[in-house]
């Protein structure tokens, strides 16, 4: 039991490390003082900084694509569906800046690796079922381009905030994840027509 919450101390702390910093930015020994544990303790649960990474990263994860799958599956229109996924989505990002910030630390670092294990190992089935619904929406669409489209137009609100807050304009309400994907909906409405 015990060596199951030193585990999730570490991924906890390993998240918000690489947040904050970047991967280049944390040693073992930084996710070890966080921890409080020695950095040979830390060796008992993981190999080496990159397999702390890929669990911290996919155990953030986890948390938040049960309910993304759900948002995207079921009997409802596929409109209907979108907009869960999309709202979901909103939320999921609203609730932890930390994966966030992760996200786009490793878009920005471009580490063509730790890229591909994002996209393969932790977003693949996601978005592949996010495609397939919009095949279902916009049959001749190209799926990918529009699935990518989507995610970057629910992600830049989130990414932007700190700097649109001091644009004239700028309310709390955009500050809301219903908000946003109410907005993001309103866009995609007049691409994907009467459906």
């Known amino acids: 039991m015990q060596k199951n919450n030193t585990r999730s101390s570490i991924l906890s702390a390993a998240v918000s490390l ?7 930015g944390v040693s073992m020994k930084k996710i070890a003082q966080a921890v409080n544990i020695s950095a040979p303790a830390l060796y ?92 279902e929406l916009k049959p001749a669409a190209d799926t990918h381009m529009l699935a990518v489209i989507i995610i970057g137009m629910v992600l830049k609100p989130y990414e932007f905030n700190s700097l649109g807050c001091f644009l004239s304009g700028s309310l709390s309400k955009h500050n809301n994840p219903v908000y946003i994907s109410q907005q993001v909906m309103e866009l995609l409405d007049s691409y994907l027509g009467e459906t």
Do not use: W
Not at 18 to 24: A, E, I, K, M
Not at 107 to 132: G, S, Y
């Open 18 to 24: 690489f947040s904050q910093r970047g991967y280049d």
């Open 44 to 135: 008992n649960h993981f190999k080496d900084k990159q397999s702390i990474y890929n669990a911290a990263v996919a155990d953030s994860f986890e948390n938040k694509a049960q309910p993304l799958q759900q948002a995207l599956s079921g009997n409802d229109k596929p409109i209907v569906r979108l907009q869960r996924f999309i709202t979901s989505l909103c939320k999921s990002l609203a609730d932890d800046p930390e994966f966030r910030r992760l996200v786009q630390r490793e878009l920005l670092d471009e580490d063509e690796e730790r890229l591909r294990h994002l996209a393969e190992d932790i977003f693949a089935p996601l978005f592949e079922n996010m495609m397939d619904l919009l095949s």
